[in-house]
């Protein structure tokens, strides 16, 4: 089984950005921690981060035909960007949602999510964990 995970604007930055809400730890270590986890699960897993909207899209559109389930954490994109819905019903990949906080407990302009209305299922407030708990959803049911 393959994975794209996918990670939008300012998750570069882990370990500088507010770590009262993000954490301490650096976008290398989340790396580093889904390709231990991808590892024991058997899976192939690709990690993509970006900042800009459009390049996210071009990376759901470059996966079709290509992986077998995405993970994405669209960051502030989550709350605003019908392309990335789109892009992600155009493929129509499994997909699941994370996010590192517990955004249904934050600001109101937090509470809608876009990419979430094309995933399966969301992980949110569980920290790095949340990608493991993804991976994990996406191997129990479109595992091969
Ligand atoms: C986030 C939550 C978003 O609201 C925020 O804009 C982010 C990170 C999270 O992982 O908790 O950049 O997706």
């Given at each position: 089984m393959k994975i794209l995970v996918i990670n939008g604007p300012n998750?570069?930055?882990l370990g500088i950005r507010e770590p009262g809400i993000?954490?301490?730890?650096?976008?290398?270590?989340?790396?580093a921690f889904i390709g231990r986890v991808?590892?024991?699960?058997?899976?192939?897993?690709e990690c993509f981060q970006s900042?800009?909207?459009?390049?996210?899209?071009?990376?759901?559109?470059?996966?079709?035909?290509?992986?077998?389930?995405?993970?994405i954490n669209p960051?502030?994109?989550t709350h605003t960007s019908v392309a990335i819905?789109?892009?992600l019903k155009a493929v129509s990949i499994p997909a699941v949602e994370v996010h590192l906080s517990d955004v249904s407990a934050r600001e109101a302009f937090r509470q809608v999510s876009y990419a979430g209305m094309a995933c399966e299922a969301?992980?949110?407030?569980?920290g790095f964990d949340g990608y493991r708990l993804a991976v994990e959803y996406l191997v129990e049911h479109h595992g091969k």
């Open positions: 998750l570069n930055m993000y954490g301490s730890e650096s976008y290398e270590a989340l790396v991808c590892v024991d699960r058997g899976v192939e897993v900042n800009h909207e459009g390049a996210i899209v071009d990376r759901i559109q470059a996966a079709y035909g290509a992986v077998d389930g995405i993970v960051a502030a994109y819905l789109d892009a969301t992980f949110a407030g569980h």
